[in-house]
């Protein structure tokens, strides 16, 4: 099943304790990104990749780190989370770079920091 | 000012109602044009794409007018199962290989 995969989804953590948050896609896509979702603020992107080895700031990167060494994998670190970082994570990705391809989000992952 | 605005919600229908969902951007270089669906925090997939002749899948229409800077989704005979919130995207040509602008969203509930 063609899909994109988020773990954990659900994170209860302590301020300055590194996290990562895991996301892998089969479905072959060049282009991966990280977005929040926040009451009030709606979706915002963090980082995006648009390839193995090519990634680049979204919206809001500060306090983020991402890495992309292999096309299926796309993680999403805090180095030293606080609560302001809490909140709810997508991972999606699509094929190509055209901006009109459908984007597919994985599950989610709820962050809380304490 | 938000990139991307739309209706309040929630909206609180009958089933067998229709409804309209109307959406604003305010940055003219928007190139693409879409309508997600989010089930209670669940992830957003995609409902339709909008073309600028305006385009129908089922039950769905959605309409693109460039000049005003506005999209809309009306949806014809609500079933339950279309209660989630409605995001409105936008993306920009050359922005980011794709970054998608979302909406805050609107919240529509049928009811029986």
């Known amino acids: 099943e063609a899909q994109v995969t988020q773990n954990p989804r659900y994170l209860i953590t302590v301020t300055g304790k590194k996290l990562t948050v895991t996301c892998s896609q089969n479905?072959?896509?060049?282009?991966m990104s990280w977005y929040r979702q926040d009451p009030g603020l709606g979706l915002r992107q963090i980082y995006y990749?648009?390839?193995?080895?090519?990634?680049d700031k979204g919206d809001v990167p500060e306090g983020y780190k991402v890495s992309r060494k292999e096309k299926r994998n796309f993680p999403l670190i805090l180095e030293s989370p606080s609560p302001n970082q809490t909140s709810l994570y997508f991972c999606?990705?699509?094929?190509?770079?055209?901006?009109?391809?459908?984007?597919?989000f994985g599950p989610g992952t709820r962050l809380t920091v304490l | 000012r938000k990139e991307v605005e739309q209706d309040p919600g929630p909206f609180n229908v009958p089933e067998g109602a229709t409804v309209a969902f109307n959406c604003t951007y305010s940055?003219?270089?928007?190139?693409?044009f879409f309508w997600y669906r989010q089930d209670c925090r669940k992830e957003p997939k995609l409902l339709m794409s909008?073309?600028?002749s305006g385009n129908e899948d089922g039950r769905f229409t959605a309409q693109l007018n460039r000049a005003s800077q506005y999209i809309s989704l009306l949806i014809r005979d609500s079933k339950l199962s279309d209660s989630a919130t409605y995001l409105c995207?936008?993306?920009?040509?050359?922005?980011?290989?794709?970054?998608?602008?979302f909406g805050q969203g609107t919240e529509l509930s049928v009811k029986p």
């Open positions: 479905m072959n896509h060049e282009y």
């Open positions: 940055n003219s270089a928007s190139q693409s």
């Open positions: 995207v936008v993306t920009r040509v050359y922005n980011q290989g794709g970054k998608l602008i």
């Open positions: 999606a990705s699509k094929t190509g770079t055209e901006i009109y391809n459908e984007q597919f």
């Open positions: 909008v073309y600028s």
């Open positions: 990749s648009m390839n193995v080895e090519v990634t």
